[in-house]
């Protein structure tokens, strides 16, 4: 079938996507600053409560707080100068300014040209595969969404509560009306994600004394589970595992030894290969 989509229509899907890449690029950078801060600030609370030799410990609790709070205006990372509106163009910016601020001159982490490029290519691809309509908006929800949590993983190896528990919520609601799976695939999807990476980390804790993954993996994977229904989290580990294994062996030729990496990338990439293409995986599976 010959394509007869306007080409202005894949220009400003492209540009939904730079500039949806860019919010997500700020949000990798700054929410485990917040999240460290209120860390912080929690832990000075309960510092400042707790007596230690009939004294309150002021000046620990003060120096856990004193610390500069992010500009809420678009800055660069290192001399912290506001960013121009010509300057914070999605992908074009960096290209002109050859990934250096404009003030101090400082290398600009590729991370957000990365993070742009991953998600214009996406949000293209979603439009490509679903069209135009709810399927699509809920889609690049989740894509958006998993991109933050991809960039968040790879620089912290966290998953933070505050995108993971959401993006849970926000498929279990579209499940209700069985946008991508039935309602109750969606629930039992949901609690088998969780169960099942928090079993093969026991198992692994109990073979090798260690834990393999964290639970924000477990919960990921809940919220995977979440939007694609029970049926499509064996495909989602399959790929996963198998993306898994080769970032383990790319990591082990570099290294010269076994590396911790973020699994949350890879269970992200499976997730949106199977929400894009898993019905027609499943189908050329069970056709041989």
Not at 5 to 19: H, I, K, R
Request: charged share 10%.
């Amino acid at each position: 079938m010959i394509d007869t989509t306007p080409t202005w229509v894949w220009l400003l899907t492209a540009c939904v996507g730079a500039v949806a890449g860019s919010f997500i690029g700020m949000v990798a950078h700054r929410l485990p600053m917040l999240m460290m801060r209120q860390w912080r600030a929690d832990v000075a609370e309960f510092l400042s409560q707790m007596p230690l030799d009939g004294t309150l410990i002021t000046p620990i609790s003060t120096a856990l707080t004193t610390d500069n709070p992010p500009p809420t205006a678009i800055h660069c990372p290192h001399c912290r100068a506001p960013l121009a509106i010509y300057d914070a163009i999605p992908i074009i910016s960096y290209l002109w300014l050859q990934g250096k601020c404009r003030q101090c001159r400082h290398a600009i982490s590729p991370q957000y040209l990365a993070i742009e490029s991953i998600s214009i290519v996406l949000t293209l691809m979603v439009v490509a595969v679903l069209g135009a309509g709810i399927h699509a908006v809920l889609a690049l929800i989740f894509v958006w969404i998993g991109i933050a949590l991809s960039a968040i993983d790879y620089q912290t190896k966290l998953l933070p509560d505050r995108l993971v528990l959401p993006l849970g919520m926000i498929g279990l609601v579209a499940n209700s009306m069985g946008l991508f799976a039935s309602a109750s695939h969606a629930i039992f999807g949901a609690v088998a994600g969780f169960v099942l990476l928090w079993l093969i980390n026991a198992l692994y804790r109990l073979i090798t004394n260690q834990d393999g993954m964290g639970l924000g993996d477990a919960k990921l994977l809940a919220a995977i589970g979440a939007w694609l229904g029970v049926w499509q989290l064996p495909m989602v580990l399959l790929i996963a595992s198998t993306l898994g294994v080769v970032v383990g062996l790319h990591k082990r030729w570099r290294l010269g030894q076994n590396a911790a990496f973020a699994f949350g990338p890879c269970l992200v990439a499976a997730a949106i290969v199977s929400l894009l293409f898993g019905e027609r995986l499943l189908a050329w599976l069970f056709s041989y």
